[in-house]
């Protein structure tokens, strides 16, 4: 919970300084290929308990009204048409996070037969939370870390 608490400080400071900052951030998860672990990571993360609502991120369930595509697992074959399409549908300006290990190419998981290209030769991926699982504190940390400075600043 010291990550949370350190970033509820920088919260609180930021906002003290309301021009410049994004309000929230609505997440649009996409499951590209997982074992469902780093699924069952972002909803402790979602929960009452970590509380990102209180931090203004939030998770949608539309592409076309989300910042950040949050992405986990490899890419399959099956899910790479699917995974584009959200992203096209996305407003800019848009964000790609690779959440897990998998979701950031390391080979963790699928047959390399039943997938696509990583995601990274896929879309711009700019945020990168690692982990196989990543921890709740560790999709807490790089959600807020896009929230402070991953998106255009508004005047
Ligand atoms: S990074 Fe680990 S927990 Fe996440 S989808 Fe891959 S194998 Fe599963």
């Known amino acids: 919970m010291h990550v949370l608490l350190r970033q509820l400080n920088r919260v609180r400071r930021d ?12 997440v649009r998860h996409v499951d590209a290929g997982s ?14 308990f970590y509380d990102l609502q209180r931090f203004g991120i939030g998770i949608v ?12 697992g490899p890419v399959t074959t099956r899910m790479r048409e699917a995974l584009l399409a959200a992203y096209a549908a996305m407003p800019e ?3 790609v996070a ?4 998998c979701a950031m190419g390391c080979n963790v998981l699928g047959d390399p037969a039943a997938l ?21 504190d560790a999709i807490a940390e790089g959600l807020l870390g896009a929230l402070d400075g991953g998106l255009p600043r508004v005047a």
């Open 15 to 26: 906002a003290r300084l309301p021009r410049g900052r994004p309000a929230s951030l609505a």
């Open 35 to 48: 074992c469902n672990g780093c699924e069952h990571e972002l909803q402790a993360a979602a929960s009452p």
């Open 61 to 72: 369930a539309s592409p076309r009204h989300a910042d950040i595509l949050l992405v986990t």
């Open 93 to 95: 300006p848009r964000l």
């Open 98 to 101: 690779a959440l897990g290990d």
């Open 116 to 136: 696509a290209e990583p995601l990274e030769e896929l879309l711009p991926v700019a945020v990168r939370i690692p982990g196989c699982p990543p921890t709740p």
